[in-house]
T-cell receptor, first 110, second 112 residues
């Protein structure tokens, strides 16, 4: 079973920031947090991952709580192409299988 | 650098036939994963392979399903005697050691 919990769906307006929350209360010190997203009719796509520190890349930012029991994926300026299901995943090793939960379906309003 | 390739993209089989799904990982990647996504559901892990070895097959059905990743050539997911419940999208992912997984476009299997 997935070890993370996320809201089923969220809405955001185009060109506004989006904050997607994730709870991972059972996380251990060596577990990574990964985010993937799946656009309609496509395979999942890696977004970002982190261990303890906040992370930034060209797609998004990942803010990890100090106790590591939650994290937030931040899309700085949402576009219609960001409409997808976003999965927050906790993994024991970085090459471990991915246990997908239900994810958050993000709707972007024009 | 080409991404993960899967073929065929669409496959139609009648009940009782065999389905063979192929996955070519990204160049340099030695880890391959297979996932299944039933209609309107999330992705489920099936099997994790490294070259010539099955590392974790805890998500594979006990019967009719098998996977291989030979020293040369693509990884193959084989489903024998398909049934309607096997209709799904099958995704392959690859990685290099301890890095993120890159997913292919999937094979959509329809069993008539």
């Amino acid at each position: 079973d997935a070890k993370t919990t996320q809201p089923n769906s969220m809405e955001s307006n185009e060109e506004e920031p989006v904050h997607l929350p994730c709870n991972h209360s059972t996380i251990s010190g060596t577990d990574y947090i990964h985010w993937y997203r799946q656009l309609p009719s496509q395979g999942p796509e890696y977004v970002i991952h982190g261990l303890t520190s906040n992370v930034n890349n060209r797609m998004a930012s990942l803010a990890i709580a100090e106790d590591r029991k939650s994290s937030t994926l931040i899309l700085h300026r949402a576009t219609l192409r960001d409409a997808a299901v976003y999965y927050c995943i906790q993994t024991m090793n970085r090459d471990d299988k991915i246990i997908f939960g239900k994810g958050t379906r993000l709707h972007i309003l024009p | 650098n080409a991404g993960v390739m899967q073929n065929p993209r669409h496959l139609v089989r009648r009940r009782g036939q065999e389905a063979r799904l192929r996955c070519s990982p990204m160049k340099g990647h030695s880890h391959v994963y297979w996932y299944r996504q039933l209609p309107e559901e999330g992705l489920k892990f099936m099997v994790y392979l490294q070259k010539e070895n099955i590392i974790d097959e805890s998500g594979m059905p006990k019967e009719r399903f098998s996977a291989e990743f030979p020293k040369e050539g693509p990884s193959i997911l084989r489903i024998q005697q398909v049934v309607r419940g096997d209709s799904a999208a099958y995704f392959c992912a690859s990685s290099w050691g301890y890095n993120e997984q890159f997913f292919g476009p999937g094979t959509r299997l329809t069993v008539l």
